[in-house]
């Protein structure tokens, strides 16, 4: 990462922190946040060595080889509108890298994934976890995202990811990325936050073209070994998955699904 540039960046009230190595940016940004940090505070490292996605899943990538950060949000909108975050930030990243020309998309609920032009299969680039963060001037939001840059096909931590060096050839400037990623991001961010109602559905309607989970048979792990299957029609005003099942259209929450995987065939 290029500190220099990044400490030269001032827009937008964005500040960078950036380390060579930490367990976990989110942790970090938390305790930032915790400390009185305005919204705004980015939290990158060069190696993150213990990093967390949805329920609790451990993963580390090399040093150098992925874009790891976290940012900090004051979100003043009504808690039932929060879960409306990690679908923000997973449009937010494919958004990005569509406008780079990867042929990305978002499995709901935040998922990053580039579809191989030759094979048609989704393999993950990116992963979000989203945290509130109870502090004494009020909540805030962690966001924080893993986007596999540089990582070769021997260093991929399961057969279903992949990265942009993979997909393209050439390994992205992670500087470059992270500056125009954290730009999208706030602008998106704003939107949701102030664009009212007709905001809101221009948001939900660019994510929903974005998702490639609706319009496919899916199966739908929840707690407690139960399973939904059915089609995934749509996502509602809460950031639910809509699933018409076998009893009619279900909506199913990203905090209550353990898995969302496609119905083969």
């Known amino acids: 990462m290029d500190r220099a540039r990044l400490g030269a960046h001032g827009a937008d009230g964005v500040r960078f922190e950036v380390s060579e190595a930490t367990p976990s940016t989110n942790a970090i940004a938390s305790e930032r946040a915790r400390d009185g940090a305005a919204e705004g505070l980015v939290v990158v490292t060069e190696h993150q060595t213990a990093g967390r996605g949805r329920r609790d899943r451990s993963w580390e990538t090399p040093a150098g080889a992925a874009l790891t950060f976290s940012v900090v949000l004051r979100p003043n909108l009504p808690a039932g509108m929060w879960p409306w975050l990690p679908l923000v930030t997973g449009y937010a990243v ?152 076998p009893d009619g259209p279900t909506p199913v929450g990203a905090g209550d699904v353990v898995h969302v995987r496609p119905v083969a065939g």
Not at 219 to 230: Q, S, Y
Request: aromatic share 4%; proline share 5%.
């Open 94 to 245: 494919t958004k990005t890298l569509i406008g780079a020309g990867y042929p990305a998309g978002v499995k709901w609920p935040n998922d990053v994934l580039i579809t191989s032009e030759e094979t048609g299969e989704d393999r993950k680039v990116a992963g979000i976890l989203v945290e509130r963060v109870e502090a004494g001037d009020g909540p805030a939001a962690v966001v924080g995202i893993g986007l596999n840059t540089g990582l070769s096909a021997a260093e991929l931590p399961v057969a279903t990811a992949t990265s942009l060096l993979i997909e393209s050839g050439v390994e992205p400037d992670r500087t470059d990325l992270l500056l125009t990623l954290v730009a999208t991001l706030l602008e998106t961010y704003q939107t949701w936050q102030l664009g009212g109602p007709p905001g809101h559905e221009r948001l939900a309607a660019s994510y929903a073209a974005t998702c490639v989970t609706l319009g496919r048979a899916v199966r739908v792990e929840l707690p407690g070994d139960r399973t939904l299957v059915g089609t995934a029609t749509g996502i509602d005003t809460g950031g639910r998955l809509v699933v018409a099942g």
